[in-house]
C-alpha cells in the first residue's frame, strides 16, 4: 500500500506562485497532478513518468506548472506560477503503477488527501 501526503497548499493572489509536495512512501511510480474546482468535475493536470524523464500538462496549466520530482525522497512537486483565480481548486496528488492514460483517475491507485489552493 502506497501512502501520499501532500502539503504546499494555501492562498495567494493572482500572478502569485505556490509549490505543492507530494511525498510517497515507494517509488518506482509515475505520478500525476489532479484537480477539482468548485462545481467542476476532477481534472487531470499534469503528469510525470517513472524516473522523471517523461511530462506532460493540459493547456490551461502548460507554461505556467512544473511538475517535478526528488527521487532520493521519493517526493513529487508542482511549481505553479503565474496563479490565476480559475486555479482555484483542491489539488491532489495520485500514484500510478500501470502508468498508461495518466490525465485519467483510473490509471491511479493512491490518492493524497488534497491541499486546498485559492487564487
Known amino acids: 500500500h502506497v501512502q501520499l501526503v501532500e502539503s504546499g497548499g494555501g492562498s495567494v493572489q493572482a500572478g502569485g506562485s505556490l509549490r505543492l509536495s507530494c511525498g510517497a512512501t515507494s517509488s518506482g511510480l509515475c505520478m500525476g497532478w489532479f484537480r477539482q474546482a468548485p462545481g467542476k468535475e476532477r481534472e487531470g493536470i499534469t503528469w510525470?513518468?517513472?524516473?522523471?524523464?517523461?511530462?506532460e500538462y493540459v493547456d490551461s496549466v502548460k507554461d505556467r506548472f512544473t511538475i517535478s520530482q526528488h527521487k532520493a525522497d521519493n517526493t513529487v512537486y508542482l511549481q505553479m506560477n503565474s496563479l490565476k483565480p480559475e486555479d482555484t481548486a483542491i489539488y491532489y496528488c495520485?500514484?500510478?503503477?500501470?502508468?498508461?492514460?495518466?490525465?485519467?483517475?483510473?490509471?491511479?491507485?493512491?490518492w493524497g488527501q488534497g491541499t486546498q489552493v485559492t487564487v
Open positions: 510525470i513518468s517513472t524516473g522523471g524523464g517523461t511530462t
Open positions: 495520485a500514484a500510478s503503477s500501470i502508468c498508461s492514460g495518466l490525465f485519467t483517475e483510473s490509471a491511479y491507485r493512491y
